[in-house]
T-cell receptor
Framework: GAVVSQHPSRVICKSGTSVKIECRSLDFQATTMFWYRQFPKQSLMLMAT?????????EQGVEKDKFLINHASLTLSTLTVTSAHPEDSSFYICSALTGTGGNGYTFGSGTRLTVV | GESVGLHLPTLSVQEGDNSIINCAYS??????FIWYKQESGKGPQFIIDIRSNMDKRQGQRVTVLLNKTVKHLSLQIAATQPGDSAVYFCADTRTGGTSYGKLTFGQGTILTVHP
């Protein structure tokens, strides 16, 4: 089946630096990628939707200048957390839209970001 | 300051028992309702889904019930096993409109299965 490879799985960075998270679709083309954030013991919250070749659409309350999303190819979408702060520490998960219906999503394995 | 989030509800069962996990949703226009299992440090794993025009669907050891009148979704796991221990999330989505493809996740429930 479809696989989304997400890297890195864990990253620790210093406050004020930027971190890039990559999601690659293996053996399929991901036209649409969703990016979620999950704080400890909480649910997944949608941050933005990216479509290949166009600007990402951000959910209300998500700073587009802080969370830069690039989807320049059909197999790669990236999320860059710029000027990271400790409150950005979270679990970030991507999900490719791979079909219709409830089983039409392929999730990455997530990235644990810790900002110190 | 530090944000305070909601703590996930928990369900603790003995191995072999049946488990029932509940979820409330808000969007009456959703077309699909989905249950996911999430293990620590991993992405969500699809379990089962149900279309909005159905009220029950069965899979292997799992059954999903949908009550649109009260906007309630449940997941029943038969003969629960220690490997079922995880966090379970419900989610819903639409297949059309401006929200196409977006998943809205519920609060989640921590299931712990004791041997």
């Amino acid at each position: 089946g479809a696989v989304v490879s997400q890297h890195p799985s864990r990253v620790i960075c210093k406050s004020g630096t930027s971190v890039k998270i990559e999601c690659r679709s293996l053996d399929f083309q991901a036209t649409t990628m969703f990016w979620y954030r999950q704080f400890p013991k909480q649910s997944l919250m949608l941050m933005a939707t990216s479509n290949e070749g166009s600007k990402a659409t951000y959910e209300q309350g998500v700073e587009k200048d802080k969370f830069l999303i690039n989807h320049a190819s059909l197999t790669l979408s990236t999320l860059t957390v710029t000027s990271a702060h400790p409150e950005d520490s979270s679990f970030y998960i991507c999900s490719a839209l791979t079909g219709t219906g409830g089983n039409g999503y392929t999730f990455g394995s997530g990235t644990r970001l810790t900002v110190v | 300051g530090e944000s305070v989030g909601l703590h996930l509800p928990t369900l603790s069962v003995q191995e072999g028992d049946n488990s029932i996990i509940n979820c409330a949703y808000s969007n009456s226009a959703s077309d699909y309702f989905i249950w996911y299992k999430q293990e620590s440090g991993k992405g969500p794993q699809f379990i089962i889904d149900i279309r909005s025009n159905m009220d029950k669907r069965q899979g292997q050891r799992v059954t999903v019930l949908l009550n649109k009148t009260v906007k309630h979704l449940s997941l029943q796991i038969a003969a629960t096993q220690p490997g079922d221990s995880a966090v379970y999330f419900c989610a819903d989505t639409r297949t059309g409109g401006t929200s196409y493809g977006k998943l809205t996740f519920g609060q989640g429930t921590i299931l712990t299965v004791h041997p």
